[in-house]
């Protein structure tokens, strides 16, 4: 199972299943596998009405955003943003790398009934692009994935921000306490689990409270879904909720599940739609807006708002940043996928045949991403490597 914790398998059975999802969903079996995907799996007694591709994006994708959730409260009590200085250039680049592409998005398609998925754009997966870089930046020193991820996890915090708020109409008050509710105690009983926690030191057995966290977490995702908030919402409150070291071992247990199936099977899902047989100047100019702003958007954000940042943080921080490490990252950043995939599910869930082409440019616009930032990376590597991955040279911003 260690080989699914890693960086490059991630990425790489992320793709395959995209890929796959795409070419099937194109041959004579796609209608099928596309009327699979809609099959309604409901529970009326639990008043649960979800597609096959709903359970996936909203049920199973809650666990990649808990994930993501404790990873991101790691960074901020110990890791790379736990003090002001260290997150304030990663927090300027990645706004800078939302709102390029927003802007870029809304040029194309301002004044058309698809002007609301300029969010679309604005995601970095956090997983493709650590894995690109792990594939083929073996000589990038590790200051630049360190900003990457915190970066990427800043991203995706503006990201689910923008599922809470642009994609929720008429919440649910009263589910949304019992929510509350279901959270606050499951960070309670986390704590039990933490090293020195009365529970621990009197040696009893961890499962039941395992049990009751599961019970909770189960809970907790049921009444934000009946609350009308996106579901997965609930995935980050229970990651931002938990003590810090049991939601470490939760992770290590998850992250397989997660990258292995969870992850891929949301890829093929979301993948599975046929390609429009319309000239590209039939094409809805969301499918332009996406198809540029993840790749130029995201080097063009990332950079000038990364540039800006070093020039404010320069004398607090002393941290060495060139601008080729900045166009590594912008084109890194490129790379939405996952998140971009649901954020066009939610986007355009009222037009199904825009939803298709975003899903295709999401792809294609990733795909891109991913071909330009290998290129960038190999080369960024290569030059560390004849310099013996020296840092820093020649002040705040060289070769």
């Given amino acids: 199972m260690n080989f699914l914790r890693s960086e490059r398998w991630s ?12 070419v099937l969903a194109n041959l004579s079996l796609g209608p099928a596998l596309i009327e699979l995907k809609t099959e309604h799996l409901d529970l009326p007694w639990l008043g649960l009405d979800l597609s096959a591709g709903h359970w996936i994006s909203d049920g199973l994708l809650a666990v ?3 994930i993501v959730a404790v990873e991101l409260k790691r960074e901020l009590v110990i890791g790379e943003l736990n003090t002001m200085s260290k997150a304030l250039l990663p927090a300027i680049a990645a706004v800078g790398g939302v709102v390029v592409p927003a802007l870029i998005f809304l040029a194309f398609t301002v004044g058309t009934p698809t002007a609301d998925g300029w969010p679309i754009p604005t995601a970095t997966d956090i997983a493709f692009a650590l894995g690109v870089l792990a594939m083929f930046g ?65 040696r009893r057995p961890q499962w039941p409270i395992a049990l009751v966290l599961i019970v909770l977490g189960v809970l907790a995702w049921y009444f934000v879904y009946q609350s009308g908030v996106h579901a997965t919402i609930a995935g980050v409150a229970l990651g931002l909720v938990m003590a ?19 992850l891929p099977l949301f890829a093929f899902s979301a993948a599975m739609v046929a390609v429009p047989q319309v000239r590209p100047s039939e094409l809805d100019p969301a499918f332009w807006g996406i198809l540029i702003g993840l790749p ?15 020039l404010v943080v320069r004398r607090r921080t002393g941290t060495p940043l060139t601008l080729g490490d900045l166009l590594v990252v912008g084109a890194l950043g490129g790379i ?30 990733s795909g891109i991403a991913i071909v330009v930032s290998a290129v960038l990376v190999s080369l960024r590597s290569a030059q560390y490597r004849r310099h013996g991955a020296r840092e820093g040279v020649g002040g705040a911003f060289s070769r």
Avoid at 11 to 22: E, H, P, R, W
Avoid at 244 to 262: D, F, K, M, Q, Y
Avoid at 296 to 310: E, Q, R, T, W, Y
């Fill in 244 to 262: 810090r070291r049991p939601g470490g071992r939760a992770v290590h247990a998850l992250e397989p599940w997660s990258n292995g199936i969870i």
């Fill in 11 to 22: 990425a790489a059975l992320l793709l395959i299943a995209a890929v796959l999802g795409l």
């Fill in 138 to 202: 073996r000589w990038i020193p590790t200051r630049v994935r360190v900003f990457l991820l915190a970066l990427a996890v800043l991203d995706d915090l503006i990201a689910i921000l923008i599922i809470a708020f642009f994609f929720t109409a008429d919440a649910d008050l009263a589910a949304l306490g019992f929510a509350g509710i279901a959270i606050a105690l499951f960070g309670a009983v986390s704590r039990m689990m933490k090293p020195r926690s009365a529970w621990i030191l009197a």
């Fill in 64 to 66: 990649f955003f808990f």
């Fill in 336 to 365: 939405g996928f996952t998140v971009s995939l649901l954020m066009n599910e939610l986007a355009f869930a009222g037009l199904p045949e825009v939803a298709d082409e975003g899903t295709l440019a999401v792809l294609l616009g």
């Fill in 296 to 310: 130029v958007g995201k080097i063009i954000g990332i950079m000038l708002a990364g540039i800006l940042g070093a």
